[in-house]
């Protein structure tokens, strides 16, 4: 069930009907995706409400409410509006569809999206992953520490200069004595998966489970974009800049832990998508029914009953924290935006007492599904520590002792991440991150070949994202947070979310020494940006609406019912502005896939590709 389906009791004072029954069946579509018209008008019966009206209609948060008449008088029930003829209601239709505009809507359509993009990101990620057959910036710690967790249980400690060494399958580096680590160690685990499959000093092993996350990491994604904007076109999107785009690739071609930390905070989102999905409609049905006691004020009213979605968004945020300590933020901001949406939903519904009600029935449920699960999870992700004295840290014995001893850690690695000032050569400031100003060189490894032009060639590997994704990405945030304040659309303020989770923290410490590839952990958010505002260039960010059942369909978004009254000229203008951006951001991966891919160039042609002074 989701809120694409809600019928007109979003009304506190309308009574429930008939037409309940055909917001259940919607409901129980896979995605929710309404059918088109056509489809929904041969499957159910018609109803005599007067889809006129929608043109009249505002939305809060997304949602319906039903338009007043002229005469400032209440709407009828859609029961009492028999009067309308069925050929009268038939006569209501968006001005000129185009036939880009009717690209298909349905659920199929966007799984068949999903796979195609990340079909395509597999056969960008996988071959040639051990062509780098050196550590390559951070892997010399996290590479290193992930063979120390397999076969030593924890972390131990490894003799300065080792990489050599250990390439060759020299592991005498390594020794029992627990190693500071200043990350937990589920990234690292995963790291050892690969490397158990294909050898410790295989670099395919090094960097598979990286490979593996990126390529989820697409699917994912695709999938919060289709269940958000409930368009295959802007699913594809998505997915094809998420496929695209360098930071992502670079990183899924590395072995560092920064793409589970966007893997599993993108499935903790989609996770609480799912929870509004089936929850957000149970809550609305509940309120419409439910009747205020004026002799018992107290009463809060209904729930939105069982949220099991939420348990694994709680876990998936435990696991992302398990990676990086800036999953906590992921908790926190979707936390925050569960318990907001359902108090504007009970506002909306005429609850005398909206907040307490939120903060007895739903936060609190929302919070023991959450919260609990993502610190169990992340205390469980230190069993190696725990199951072995030798690791790092170990003073104290019994079980309160080992508690005391990781509080310490913590306490020591949080002043560790607090105070690392050290300066860096291509550290970068987060405002620089919005357009790419300060991309982190990875590699740069000489390689001399008469194949190349008379100049040296080199394997260079640079994480800089799609310039052109990202500029275009840095407006379409702003767009997106307009569209979120001016109309309250709780869709666009999805996608604002993932910013807050997993951008905007790091200006809390923008005096650290951080760095640009830092961004994987967001960059699906800003393929949604993109994608979203091209899918409406396009006319393709709306639900489809079956105009004989406007009230029993999720109503389309202001701006929406705006842009479907544009005149053809003027849409058809901005699609061909919406395909030159797509064509242009497809060049530019093309162009600059060589350098985010490793691949052996001429120094001139890396040469040729650093646009600014601060790429090189």
């Known amino acids: 069930m989701n809120d694409e389906t809600l019928s007109n009791s979003d009304n506190p004072g309308a009574e429930a009907t008939a037409g309940d029954a055909h917001t259940e069946e919607l409901a129980q579509r896979e995605d929710g995706v309404c059918a088109p018209p056509e489809a929904v008008a041969q499957e159910e019966p018609e109803s005599d409400a007067d889809p006129n009206a929608a043109d009249a209609g505002t939305t809060v ?48 359509a966007g799984w068949i999206a999903t796979w195609v993009m990340t079909i ?52 005498s580096g390594l020794s029992a004595e627990g190693g500071y680590v200043v990350h937990p160690s589920v990234g690292k685990w995963l790291i050892g998966l690969g490397m158990r499959a294909f ?47 360098g930071i992502a690739i670079v990183l899924s071609r590395t072995g560092l832990l920064d793409v589970f930390l966007a893997m599993f905070a993108a499935a903790a989102f989609l996770a609480v998508l799912k929870d509004q999905e089936i ?50 933020y992921v908790l926190a901001v979707l936390g925050l935006f569960v318990a907001v949406r359902d108090w504007m939903t009970r506002r909306r519904m005429g609850h005398p007492r909206a907040f307490s009600a939120t903060l007895i029935n739903d936060t609190s449920v929302a919070f023991l599904a959450m919260v609990p699960p993502a610190i169990i999870t992340y205390i469980a992700s230190w069993f190696g520590w725990f199951a072995h004295w030798n690791a790092y840290g170990h003073r104290n014995h019994g079980i309160a002792g080992a508690f005391q001893d990781l509080w310490d850690y913590h306490v020591g690695m949080f002043k560790f991440h607090t105070g690392l000032t050290t300066p860096h050569t291509y550290q970068a400031h987060p405002a620089q991150w919005f357009v790419q100003a300060r991309p982190t060189s990875f590699a740069w490894d000489k390689v001399a070949s008469g194949a190349c032009d008379k100049s040296d060639c080199v394997h260079a590997v640079l994480a800089l994202g799609n310039p052109l994704l990202w500029w275009v990405g ?18 666009t303020g999805f996608v604002v979310c993932g910013y807050l989770a997993l951008y905007f923290p790091w200006y809390l410490n923008a005096n650290r020494t951080i760095f640009n590839f830092y961004t994987i952990a967001f960059v699906p958010f800003v393929c949604l940006s993109v994608a979203w505002l091209l899918g409406y260039m396009l006319d393709q960010a709306r639900t489809w609406v079956d105009p004989d059942r406007m009230y029993d369909s999720q109503p389309l978004e202001p701006g929406d019912y705006r842009w479907m009254g544009a005149d053809v000229r003027v849409r058809q203008g901005w699609a061909l502005g919406a395909l030159v951006i797509t064509a242009l951001i497809t060049a530019s991966a093309v162009f600059f896939m060589p350098l985010w891919r490793g691949d052996l160039i001429s120094y001139n042609f890396w040469h040729f590709h650093m646009w600014f002074p601060t790429w090189i």
């Open 474 to 491: 840095a407006v379409a945030f702003f767009i997106l947070l307009f569209v979120t304040l001016r109309d309250r659309n709780w869709r």
């Open 199 to 245: 050898g410790p000093t295989n670099p395919v092993g090094w960097r598979i489970s990286a490979a593996i996350a990126g390529i989820i990491l697409v699917f994912l994604t695709a999938r919060i974009a289709q269940h958000l904007f409930r368009s295959p076109a802007i699913t594809a999107l998505a997915g094809f800049f998420m496929a695209t785009d």
């Open 279 to 328: 929850t957000h409609p149970r809550l609305v049905s509940r309120l419409s029914e439910w009747t205020p006691d004026p002799d018992d004020p107290k009463r809060i009213g209904p729930h939105a009953g069982s949220r099991w979605w939420l348990l694994a968004a709680g876990i998936l945020s435990g696991l992302a924290m398990s990676v990086k300590w800036s999953g906590l």
């Open 61 to 108: 948060d997304g949602e319906n409410e039903e338009p007043a008449s002229e005469s400032g008088e209440e709407p009828a029930d859609i029961e009492s509006s028999e009067e309308v003829s069925e050929a009268e209601a038939r006569k209501w239709k968006p001005v000129a569809i185009p036939r880009w505009a009717q690209l298909p809507m349905s659920a199929r």
């Open 120 to 171: 395509l990101a597999a056969f960008i990620r996988l071959p040639g992953l051990g062509t780098i057959r050196t550590l390559i910036f951070d892997e010399t710690y996290y590479v290193k520490d992930a063979y120390s967790q397999i076969a030593l249980g924890y972390e131990g400690s490894w003799a300065k200069d080792t990489d050599p060494a250990f390439i060759s399958g020299d592991f």
